[in-house]
């Protein structure tokens, strides 16, 4: 059961993030959905949020649409459902954009290997974020068009020397699988940045692991964001939340990124609660109560791979993980109620 939604003072928000699983097999067919009031899956995913009821949500798997359509009319279900959500914000992901290039050596192009992210059409598997609060849209910083080959420590080189990509790839291969952006929004007289990023799965490869390491390094560009090796440093409070795809714990993949991430003493971990309190050492024992995705056989199970990590000068209220709906998705909502001073 999602706690209580608090009285809001100008200051106490809820942040959430959901993985809501939408993505369809091709452009349009989502909005079909959505705007028929009928498919199960979209009424359980605007069920889900309308009970949580986040002042803020950032939203990974849904499909993007120029005109964000598919965006507002799911917006419009949530409403029905008794959340209204005016704000909503959406730019075009690297998920299907075409590259012209064979990047998975399949000997064809333009497919969905060869797009700068998965994806069978652009904007496959997007993201977007709702909100109550006012998007100062104007000021938004999009890290999606950063190079793969320019991040700092990047992951390029195999172990034996050689180079992970040609580069005619490297030349052109951006690092964010679907996107990675921050997202000013005013909070009374404050403006609280939302760092959002929906990062790609370390399975799916061979045994040179590129899946492995472009997660690995799509998690570690926030910190080098913050450093500001990026471009400006943005100032906090800020918000990081999204699908990292990674379990600190279990499961494949390369976890000293989202180890140093969890461990910075710029974030704080509210160790989300479920079923009781969570105990100071849970996030680093694989403890289920943290899990917010269940993926069944053969497949990898049950994970921890969704974060909302508030910068450390936010006082966190309250924290929890909405009790999953299988006919929404998977993954299961995670919220955070914030005190932004």
Same mark, same amino acid.
């Given at each position: 059961?999602?706690?209580?939604?608090?009285? #809001?003072?100008?200051?106490?928000?809820? $942040?959430?993030?959901?993985?809501?699983? #939408?993505?369809?097999?091709?452009?349009?067919?989502?909005?079909?959905? $959505?705007?028929?009031?009928?498919?199960?899956?979209?009424?359980?995913?605007?069920? @889900?949020? +309308?009970?949580?009821?986040?002042?803020?949500?950032? %939203?990974?798997?849904?499909?993007? !649409?120029?005109?964000?359509?598919?965006?507002?009319?799911?917006?419009?279900?949530?409403?029905?459902?008794?959340?209204?959500?005016?704000?909503?914000?959406?730019?075009? /992901?690297?998920?299907?954009?075409?590259?012209?290039?064979?990047?998975? &050596?399949?000997?064809?192009?333009?497919?969905?290997?060869?797009?700068?992210?998965?994806?069978?059409?652009?904007?496959?598997?997007?993201?977007? @974020?709702?909100?109550? %609060?006012? $998007?100062?849209?104007?000021?938004?910083?999009?890290?999606?068009?950063?190079?793969?080959?320019?991040?700092? !420590? +990047?992951?390029?080189?195999?172990?034996?020397?050689?180079?992970?990509?040609?580069?005619?790839?490297? !030349? $052109?291969?951006? %690092?964010?699988?679907?996107?990675?952006?921050?997202?000013?929004?005013?909070?009374?007289?404050?403006?609280?940045?939302?760092?959002?990023?929906?990062?790609?799965?370390?399975?799916?490869?061979?045994?040179?692991?590129?899946?492995?390491?472009?997660?690995?390094?799509?998690? &570690?560009?926030?910190?080098?964001?913050?450093?500001? *090796?990026?471009?400006?440093?943005?100032?906090?409070?800020?918000?990081?939340?999204?699908?990292?795809?990674?379990?600190?714990?279990? =499961?494949?993949?390369? *976890?000293?990124?989202?180890?140093?991430?969890?461990?910075?003493?710029?974030?704080?971990? /509210? *160790?989300?609660?479920?079923?009781?309190?969570?105990?100071?050492?849970?996030?680093?024992?694989?403890?289920?109560?943290?899990?917010? @995705?269940?993926?069944?056989?053969?497949?990898? =199970?049950?994970?921890?791979?969704?974060?909302? #990590?508030?910068?450390?000068?936010?006082?966190?209220?309250?924290?929890?993980?909405?009790?999953?709906?299988?006919?929404?998705?998977?993954?299961?909502? @995670?919220?955070?109620?914030?005190?932004? *001073?």
């Amino acid at each position: 059961m999602v706690g209580a939604w608090p009285v #809001l003072s100008e200051t106490t928000i809820r $942040i959430a993030t959901f993985n809501t699983e #939408l993505a369809r097999s091709g452009p349009g067919l989502l909005l079909r959905d $959505i705007l028929s009031e009928e498919d199960t899956q979209v009424e359980a995913v605007a069920r @889900v949020i +309308a009970t949580a009821r986040p002042d803020v949500i950032a %939203l990974q798997g849904i499909d993007y !649409d120029h005109d964000l359509a598919a965006l507002r009319a799911l917006a419009g279900r949530i409403a029905h459902h008794g959340l209204d959500m005016p704000h909503a914000f959406a730019l075009r /992901p690297n998920a299907g954009m075409a590259t012209g290039l064979d990047l998975d &050596g399949d000997g064809r192009v333009g497919r969905a290997r060869d797009a700068q992210g998965y994806g069978e059409f652009a904007g496959q598997g997007g993201m977007a @974020v709702l909100s109550r %609060l006012p $998007i100062l849209t104007e000021d938004v910083r999009d890290l999606s068009g950063i190079l793969w080959r320019d991040v700092p !420590d +990047a992951l390029l080189q195999l172990e034996d020397g050689t180079a992970l990509m040609p580069d005619d790839v490297a !030349d $052109i291969q951006r %690092l964010s699988s679907v996107a990675q952006w921050d997202i000013p929004m005013r909070v009374s007289d404050t403006t609280l940045r939302l760092l959002t990023f929906h990062a790609s799965p370390p399975v799916f490869d061979g045994p040179e692991d590129r899946n492995g390491r472009r997660n690995h390094d799509e998690i &570690g560009l926030w910190l080098h964001y913050l450093d500001g *090796k990026l471009g400006t440093t943005p100032e906090a409070p800020f918000v990081l939340a999204g699908d990292a795809n990674l379990d600190p714990v279990d =499961g494949e993949g390369r *976890k000293a990124a989202i180890r140093r991430l969890l461990q910075d003493e710029r974030f704080v971990d /509210p *160790k989300a609660m479920r079923d009781g309190e969570v105990t100071e050492t849970a996030a680093h024992k694989g403890d289920p109560r943290l899990d917010t @995705v269940d993926w069944p056989a053969p497949e990898p =199970g049950s994970l921890r791979v969704s974060y909302i #990590l508030p910068s450390a000068d936010l006082a966190v209220m309250d924290s929890g993980i909405l009790a999953g709906d299988a006919e929404a998705s998977r993954h299961r909502l @995670v919220w955070v109620d914030l005190l932004v *001073k």
